[in-house]
C-alpha cells in the first residue's frame, strides 16, 4: 500500500501473481466465485483516498471458471452502474448486462423513454448501416446522402429504392 493515493494491493493468498516489470496486476485472489470481481477505480473530487469519491471503474467479472467479462462503470445520482460490458464471447452491451441471443453482438438498451441512435456525418458526406459477409461487406445498406438529403435502401451491392428530400421515391 502506498499512503500517497498512488497505488495499493490486497493480496490475500500466497499464491500471489508477480508481474513483469511493466505488467499492472488487479487481482482478486480471494473469492473465485461465479460474479466475483477485481477492479481497478478512478476518483475525482476529493485531495485524499480516504474521503475520494469512486467516480469510475474498469472490472473483470468472472463468469465461470473459464469465462471473464469486461465492465466499464460510471457514478450517476444513484450510485455506481455499469454502463458497457463486453463479454466473454466478444459481445458488446450498452446500458445492459445480459443478451436476449448468442448471436446479437451488439445491444443497446434504455427502457426508460423513447431510444435513437445516431449516426452523424459530415453536412457534404454520407451516413449508414451496411450489411454483408465475409466475401462482400457492404452487399445490403441503408444510408443516408447529407449532401442532397436523400435516403437510399441497397440490396445485392445495387440501390434499389432511394427517397428524396421531397419525399418523392
Known amino acids: ?24 496486476v488487479v487481482a482478486n485472489l480471494a473469492d473465485n ?3 466475483s470481481f477485481s477492479s481497478l477505480y ?7 483516498a480516504a474521503s475520494g469519491v469512486n467516480a469510475a471503474r474498469i472490472g473483470a467479472i468472472r463468469e465461470s471458471a473459464i469465462n471473464t467479462s469486461l465492465a466499464f462503470s460510471t457514478r450517476n445520482s444513484s450510485g455506481m452502474a455499469e454502463a458497457i460490458r463486453i463479454d466473454s464471447s466478444g459481445r458488446v ?3 445492459t448486462t445480459s443478451f436476449a441471443s448468442s448471436n446479437r453482438k451488439f ?15 459530415s453536412t457534404t458526406a454520407s451516413a449508414g448501416i451496411l450489411f454483408g459477409d465475409t466475401d462482400s461487406h457492404t452487399q445490403g445498406r441503408i444510408t443516408y446522402d447529407n449532401s442532397s438529403d436523400n ?19
Open 93 to 95: 452491451g450498452i446500458n
Open 42 to 48: 478512478f476518483m475525482a473530487g476529493e485531495t485524499s
Open 107 to 121: 445491444v443497446i438498451t434504455d427502457t426508460s423513454a423513447t431510444f435513437y441512435q445516431s449516426l452523424i456525418g
Open 33 to 35: 466465485t461465479t460474479n
Open 151 to 169: 435516403l437510399q435502401f441497397w440490396s445485392n451491392n445495387t440501390e434499389q429504392m432511394r427517397i428524396d428530400s421531397s419525399g418523392n421515391v
Open 1 to 24: 500500500t502506498n499512503t500517497s493515493n498512488t497505488w495499493s494491493t490486497n493480496f490475500t493468498s500466497t499464491e500471489a501473481y508477480l508481474p513483469f516489470a511493466h505488467e499492472l
